[in-house]
């Protein structure tokens, strides 16, 4: 077995213990640490899923899976965060309301905090007006990212949009979408400025709305 799949095999078993010595051992023989996230977390979490949605595994399962994830990420970061030191603008990052869904989402922040950005992450759950609030308390800030996971937080996704719209922020901040069931369709619809369909293309995305 490669390094690679035995952390996808830590990433699904849920051994959030092991993760970060595989990850680190996985670095030091010379792996690609995008290859790392991608095919030995980000496919992991897939095959979690798709095991979730077949009743072979349940959330327990689903949340050890996502703890480890978690872990792995976390040794992983210094690898993939670029230089950060200038500042290219905030970016407010949220959860949009009943969803609690967050390693995407902290992904993202990672790749556009990376990308050079100042983010402000406002967790998971997040209710529309939170969003509002903080893009008045940081009239500064240029992009707002919403992440949905769940097809039944789509609405809540879409009321944040207009949310933000009816307060009139519209002219300050930019609007942009992502999270498994959202697509460009979806975006286009509920008035979002852009949807991007993985963290890497978020943060290229960023990067081009405030250029
Ligand atoms: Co949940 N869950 N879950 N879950 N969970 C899904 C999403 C599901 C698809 C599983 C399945 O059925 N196959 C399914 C949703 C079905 C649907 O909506 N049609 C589901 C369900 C049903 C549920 C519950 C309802 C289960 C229950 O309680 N019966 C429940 C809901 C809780 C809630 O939110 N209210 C629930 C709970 C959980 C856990 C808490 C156990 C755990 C989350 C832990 C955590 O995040 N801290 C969990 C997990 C781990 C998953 C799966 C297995 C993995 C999600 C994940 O982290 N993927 C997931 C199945 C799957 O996705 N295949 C599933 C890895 C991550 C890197 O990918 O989040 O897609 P992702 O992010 C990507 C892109 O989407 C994109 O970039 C990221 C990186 O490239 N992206 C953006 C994300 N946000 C973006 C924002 C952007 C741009 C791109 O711009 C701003």
Same mark, same amino acid.
Do not use: W
């Given at each position: #077995? ?5 952390? /996808? ?16 051992? =996985? ?5 690609? $640490?995008?290859?790392? !996230? ?5 496919? /992991?979490?897939? *095959? ?11 959330? $327990?399962? #689903? ?14 970061? $210094? ?6 030191? &200038? ?9 949009? &309301? ?8 902290? !992904?993202?922040? #990672?790749?556009?905090?990376? /990308? ?11 209710? &529309?007006?939170?969003? *509002? ?22 609405? &809540?996704?879409?009321?944040?949009? =207009? ?8 002219? @300050?901040?930019?609007?942009? *979408?992502?999270?498994? $069931?959202?697509? @460009? ?17 978020? /943060? @290229? ?5 405030? =250029?």
């Amino acid at each position: #077995m490669s390094k690679i799949e035995e952390i /996808a095999a830590a990433v699904e078993a849920g051994k959030a213990k092991i993760i970060g010595g595989l990850v680190e051992d =996985a670095i030091k023989e010379g792996c690609d $640490p995008l290859e790392i !996230l991608n095919k030995g977390m980000i496919d /992991a979490m897939g *095959v979690v899923g798709e095991k979730f949605r077949n009743n072979e595994i349940f959330v $327990p399962e #689903m949340l050890v899976a996502a703890r480890a994830m978690k872990k792995g990420v976390e040794v992983l970061k $210094p690898h993939l965060a670029g230089d950060s030191s &200038a500042t290219i603008g905030k970016y407010i990052i949220g959860t949009v &309301a009943g969803d609690l869904h967050d390693i995407g989402k902290n !992904l993202v922040a #990672m790749m556009i905090e990376s /990308a050079g950005f100042e983010v402000i992450d406002l967790g998971v759950d997040v209710p &529309a007006e939170k969003f *509002v609030e903080a893009i008045k308390a940081n009239p500064d800030c240029k992009i707002v990212g919403l992440s949905a996971l769940l097809t039944t937080t789509m609405p &809540a996704m879409k009321e944040a949009v =207009a949310a933000i719209i009816d307060a009139g922020l519209k002219s @300050q901040v930019k609007i942009m *979408v992502g999270g498994a $069931p959202i697509t @460009q369709e979806f975006a286009d619809e509920i008035g979002a400025d852009a949807y991007t369909p993985d963290a890497a293309s978020a /943060a @290229q995305k960023a990067k081009e709305l405030v =250029a």
